[in-house]
């Protein structure tokens, strides 16, 4: 069993910026691929960003493209994801993922099989 536990989330204004952070615990051992998603109230979980397990890979949601960055540091089992820009439709509760391969399917939550509990982000405008 994998343990994820996302931070950093808040509250800023639009045009701010927030660095969120996923630490793993427990079997951590080998490298997950990892994804963020998002799910604001009443709507379905979105794809934001995946990374592959040695951080060579990434893909983003055409949504925050240029805007978001995911990135990971294997040595401290965490994956982050910098979001700059913020617009108020960012606005949403934050999931990161663990998947164990790498495939097309990472931009789906069908590839993942840990999830984190979710930070808030909010942005005002």
């Known amino acids: 069993q994998v343990q994820l536990v996302e931070s950093g989330g808040g509250l800023v204004q639009a045009g701010g910026s927030l660095r969120l952070s996923c630490a793993a615990s427990?079997?951590?051992?080998?490298?997950?691929?990892m994804g963020w998603f998002r799910q604001a109230p009443g709507k379905e979980r979105e794809f934001v960003a995946a990374?592959?397990?040695?951080?060579?890979?990434?893909y983003y949601a055409d949504s925050v493209k240029g805007r978001f960055t995911i990135s990971r540091d294997n040595a401290k089992n965490t994956v982050y994801l910098q979001m700059n820009s913020l617009k108020s439709e960012d606005t949403a509760v934050y999931l990161c993922?663990?998947?164990?391969?790498?495939?097309?399917?990472?931009?789906?939550?069908?590839?993942?099989?840990?999830w984190g509990q979710g930070t808030q982000v909010t942005v005002s405008s």
């Open positions: 427990g079997r951590t051992s080998g490298n997950y691929a």
């Open positions: 993922a663990a998947a164990g391969a790498w495939g097309e399917a990472v931009v789906t939550t069908l590839q993942y099989s840990y």
């Open positions: 990374i592959s397990g040695s951080g060579g890979r990434t």
